[in-house]
């Protein structure tokens, strides 16, 4: 039977890097947590893996025929574990009563449903999933307020911010005293390569993050910087600003994970190692501390701390991601769409690493913005994005 003094917690994307790293942490602290609900879209053997370690009430996978993979190894192994598949059985693991946390960790647009899902049901959501946001933004915080629900960040920088901010930020920082953000990235594998070798790079090279192990796709958005785009919307949205007021920092040994300057000239920074369990067992435990399982930061080691400003000639995806979340509305979530199909097609070698900017510009030029008043209305524009861009990506595909 299941303890009710636990802390239930669905972990949506469990099969991924954050998602793993969740798990490794509620594992140190089964006296406290208590795993209700495991997602993944298609990896069964990873997906059973876990359910037999953490006996979660649920499985689900996307995957409809993976799911019926997945149910057939557990009715052997674990018959009490309760199998589900599609969009459906992600949103209602997202909103049962007996999960009081969940973990978005679902990587892209995929996300967004379930994460809006737990938020709507009031839950402590505990946010890898920066798409979902990206996409949904005024959506997604009037959800948050309207349902009480509980908005802690895991993204390393946002959490960094959070942890740097004073309470009641919400209120807009002029009456809390804020200035603005300084919002730190490494620069990605690519930040020191000649501009004229960019065209040639390779998925392999584009995944090998200096500071980071993560998953494919936010990978290649660290190396074009897409992903601190993302980051700058991601921030507007959950400390109540603007892009104007969000500064961009390149800080190669990824040891600030952000930093917040007050009014008075006082810049609070939070520094670790690079492990995403840090900011995970931050939101966990809020606001308590508990162990991560992380290693000390040895200074010495690190020794020295460089910064500079991020060049909008190498790094034209940051640019346009600003560009969108000024112009508001579906715009950034028209930038979100095209930019998963060129990474996509970066990866399969259908492009060159160089056209995925070219790809998102040419989308957002002919997809129509709307007001991102309902889910509706963005999911069209997303659909509609994906299709403007799968033809951007057509014309430059070098595999003809
Ligand atoms: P990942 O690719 O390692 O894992 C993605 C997870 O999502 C997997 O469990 C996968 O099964 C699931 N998934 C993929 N497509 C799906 C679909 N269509 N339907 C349902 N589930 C699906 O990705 P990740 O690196 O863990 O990143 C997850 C999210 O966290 C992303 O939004 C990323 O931007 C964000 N994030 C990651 C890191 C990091 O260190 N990895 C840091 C900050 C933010
Ligand atoms: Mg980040």
Same mark, same amino acid.
């Given at each position: 039977m299941?303890?009710?003094?636990?802390?239930?917690?669905?972990?949506l994307?469990?099969?991924?890097?954050?998602g793993?790293? /969740?798990?490794?942490?509620?594992?140190?602290?089964?006296d406290?947590?208590?795993?209700?609900?495991l997602?993944?879209n298609?990896?069964v053997?990873?997906?059973?893996?876990q359910?037999?370690?953490? @006996?979660?009430d649920?499985?689900? *996978?996307?995957?409809?025929? !993976?799911?019926?993979?997945?149910? +057939?190894?557990?009715?052997?192994?674990?018959?009490?574990i309760?199998?589900?598949?599609?969009?459906a059985?992600?949103?209602?693991v997202?909103?049962?009563?007996?999960?009081d946390?969940? #973990?978005?960790?679902?990587?892209?647009?995929?996300? =967004?449903?379930p994460? =809006?899902a737990a938020?709507?049901?009031?839950k402590?959501?505990?946010l890898?999933?920066k798409?979902?946001l990206?996409?949904s933004? @005024?959506l997604? #915080?009037?959800?948050? $307020?309207?349902?009480?629900?509980v908005?802690?960040p895991i993204?390393?920088?946002?959490?960094?911010? %959070?942890?740097?901010?004073?309470a &009641?930020?919400?209120?807009g %920082?002029?009456?809390?005293?804020?200035?603005?953000?300084?919002? /730190?990235?490494?620069?990605?594998?690519?930040?020191t390569?000649?501009l004229?070798?960019?065209?040639?790079?390779?998925?392999e090279?584009?995944?090998a993050?200096p500071?980071w192990? *993560?998953?494919?796709?936010?990978?290649?958005?660290s190396? /074009? #910087? *897409?992903?601190?785009?993302?980051?700058?919307?991601e921030?507007c949205?959950?400390?109540?600003?603007?892009?104007? $007021?969000?500064?961009?920092?390149?800080?190669?040994?990824?040891?600030i994970?952000?930093?917040?300057?007050?009014?008075? &000239?006082?810049?609070l920074?939070?520094?670790g190692?690079?492990?995403?369990?840090?900011?995970?067992?931050?939101a966990?435990?809020?606001?308590e501390?508990?162990?991560?399982g992380v290693s000390?930061l040895? #200074?010495?080691a690190?020794?020295?701390l460089?910064?500079?400003?991020?060049?909008?000639?190498?790094?034209?995806? =940051?640019?346009?991601?600003?560009?969108?979340?000024?112009?508001?509305g579906?715009?950034s979530?028209? =930038?979100? !769409?095209?930019?998963?199909?060129?990474?996509?097609?970066?990866l $399969?070698?259908?492009?060159?690493y160089?056209a995925i900017?070219q790809?998102?510009?040419?989308?957002?030029?002919?997809t129509?913005?709307?007001?991102? +008043?309902?889910l509706?209305?963005?999911?069209?524009?997303?659909?509609?994005?994906?299709? !403007?861009?799968e033809?951007?990506?057509?014309? @430059?595909?070098?595999?003809?």
């Amino acid at each position: 039977m299941a303890d009710a003094a636990l802390i239930g917690v669905t972990v949506l994307g469990a099969t991924g890097s954050i998602g793993r790293s /969740t798990l490794d942490v509620l594992g140190r602290h089964r006296d406290r947590y208590r795993v209700v609900a495991l997602t993944a879209n298609s990896q069964v053997d990873r997906l059973c893996e876990q359910c037999l370690e953490h @006996r979660p009430d649920y499985a689900v *996978m996307a995957d409809a025929a !993976a799911a019926e993979r997945l149910a +057939e190894r557990l009715r052997a192994e674990a018959p009490e574990i309760t199998v589900l598949a599609g969009m459906a059985g992600l949103e209602q693991v997202a909103a049962l009563p007996e999960a009081d946390y969940v #973990m978005a960790a679902i990587v892209g647009a995929a996300g =967004l449903t379930p994460t =809006l899902a737990a938020a709507r049901a009031g839950k402590r959501v505990l946010l890898a999933n920066k798409e979902a946001l990206v996409m949904s933004g @005024r959506l997604f #915080m009037d959800a948050v $307020q309207q349902s009480n629900a509980v908005l802690l960040p895991i993204d390393s920088e946002h959490n960094a911010i %959070f942890q740097c901010m004073p309470a &009641g930020f919400a209120d807009g %920082f002029a009456r809390v005293g804020v200035r603005r953000i300084l919002l /730190t990235a490494s620069g990605g594998p690519f930040r020191t390569t000649p501009l004229e070798q960019l065209a040639t790079v390779t998925p392999e090279q584009a995944v090998a993050h200096p500071n980071w192990s *993560m998953g494919r796709k936010i990978s290649v958005d660290s190396a /074009t #910087m *897409m992903n601190k785009g993302l980051e700058v919307i991601e921030a507007c949205w959950l400390f109540n600003t603007t892009p104007a $007021q969000v500064q961009v920092v390149l800080h190669p040994q990824s040891v600030i994970h952000s930093m917040v300057e007050y009014v008075d &000239g006082s810049v609070l920074a939070q520094l670790g190692n690079p492990d995403m369990r840090t900011p995970i067992a931050h939101a966990l435990a809020w606001p308590e501390r508990m162990d991560s399982g992380v290693s000390s930061l040895d #200074m010495f080691a690190v020794a020295r701390l460089d910064f500079s400003a991020p060049d909008l000639n190498r790094f034209p995806c =940051l640019r346009l991601a600003v560009e969108a979340m000024e112009a508001g509305g579906t715009s950034s979530a028209i =930038l979100n !769409a095209a930019n998963e199909v060129a990474v996509e097609s970066f990866l $399969q070698r259908r492009i060159a690493y160089t056209a995925i900017p070219q790809v998102i510009e040419a989308v957002l030029a002919e997809t129509t913005a709307h007001g991102a +008043e309902s889910l509706e209305q963005i999911l069209a524009d997303d659909a509609a994005a994906r299709a !403007a861009a799968e033809r951007q990506v057509t014309l @430059r595909d070098t595999k003809h």
